[in-house]
């Protein structure tokens, strides 16, 4: 036991006597209004403190973790749901590459249908030249699928170009843009002539038209037959651009077939006409045979095969 010095006992008494009357008034006074011992409330009000910021502490640290807890649930929510959006892109894309593709070899065997009395093979693109100077691809039909070398390659939007080289299963074609290749042409309404030629870019040009001739932007080019290659009147362009020169018109022309999407085509076994004419062109007024040209204009030189 502790030993209290003599000289401070008397103030140690004194203090616990004054500390236990005043506890035994605290115990034995009661608050008026609510009628609850001063004791009580003494005791109350020391401990409310300590049990607020226990209260505060505990709410803070469950708080803090379930929002953490919550976080890393949502950040893992949100990687399933981009994986799943990820997903359903490639999906959707695949279905529309799809859907174009049905659509593309509808609208072949359409065209096939409709033309049943001249044979043709459809073919697939496989592969195209690696120099941007040749405008030539590659199909997956050959020699041993009855394909000749200067065969028609067409679509059933107009004219593509000609089979260039021919192998067992693959034949090389050559696109009708290309610098050394060139279609027998003319203007489907006035049945003017002029050979189309590929320029190495998107755009071809018609040769050899007189500055005296009628040629308007928008008007159609049809095959004329005369190169020994393609039928007559298949599309091959519609000018975009007529200008004056000498000693002939400058004619650009875009093709008619869609050269840069290219993914299935057909090859023509024989050099029978198809029925294409465009509506836009008169039936009874225009000759089925080339026009005279003037006395002044040259003859036209052989397009280039």
């Keep these: 036991m502790l030993a209290v010095p003599g000289r401070h006992r008397s103030l140690t008494l004194l203090a616990g006597v004054l500390v236990a009357q005043v ?31 226990g209260t505060w502490s505990i709410t803070k ?3 803090t973790w379930n929002g953490y807890i919550a976080l890393i649930h949502t950040h893992r929510d949100d990687l399933a749901m981009k994986a799943e959006m990820d997903r359903l892109k490639i999906l959707n894309a695949e279905l529309q590459s799809q859907s174009a593709e049905a659509q593309r ?7 096939i249908n409709a033309h049943t009395e ?4 459809a073919a697939r693109v496989i592969a195209a030249n690696a120099d941007s100077a040749s405008h030539t691809f590659y199909i997956n039909r050959g020699e041993r699928e009855g394909i000749r070398r200067d065969m028609a ?3 059933a939007d107009g004219v593509v170009g000609k089979v260039l080289y021919v192998y067992g299963h693959v034949s090389n074609v050559l696109e009708i843009t290309d610098r050394d290749s060139g279609v027998g042409a003319l203007l489907a ?6 050979p189309v030629g590929g320029t190495g870019d998107p ?13 308007k932007v928008g008007q159609q080019i049809l095959t004329s037959g005369q190169d020994q290659i393609f039928p007559k009147d298949l599309p091959v362009g519609t000018i975009t651009e007529v200008k004056p020169g000498a000693p002939f018109k400058l004619i650009r022309v875009k093709p008619a077939a869609h050269l840069d999407q290219l993914e299935e085509v057909m090859v023509l076994l024989t050099r029978q006409e198809l029925n294409m004419k465009p509506s836009a062109a008169p039936a009874s007024t225009t000759p089925d045979v080339p026009s005279t040209a003037p006395a002044t204009r ?3 030189p052989p397009a280039k095969r």
Aim: glycine share 6%.
């Design 105 to 111: 070899l509808g609208a072949m065997l359409g065209f």
């Design 189 to 194: 309404e006035s049945r003017i002539q002029g």
């Design 23 to 53: 506890l035994l008034l605290a115990v034995q006074i009661r608050r008026d209004t609510q009628h609850v011992r001063l004791i009580r409330v003494w005791t109350v009000g020391s401990v409310t403190p300590f049990e607020r910021a």
């Design 153 to 155: 390659v067409i679509t």
């Design 203 to 215: 755009l071809m040009v018609m040769k050899y038209v007189s500055n005296d001739d009628d040629v």
């Design 118 to 121: 001249v044979p043709m093979v």
């Design 298 to 300: 040259p003859a036209n």
């Design 61 to 63: 640290v469950r708080d």
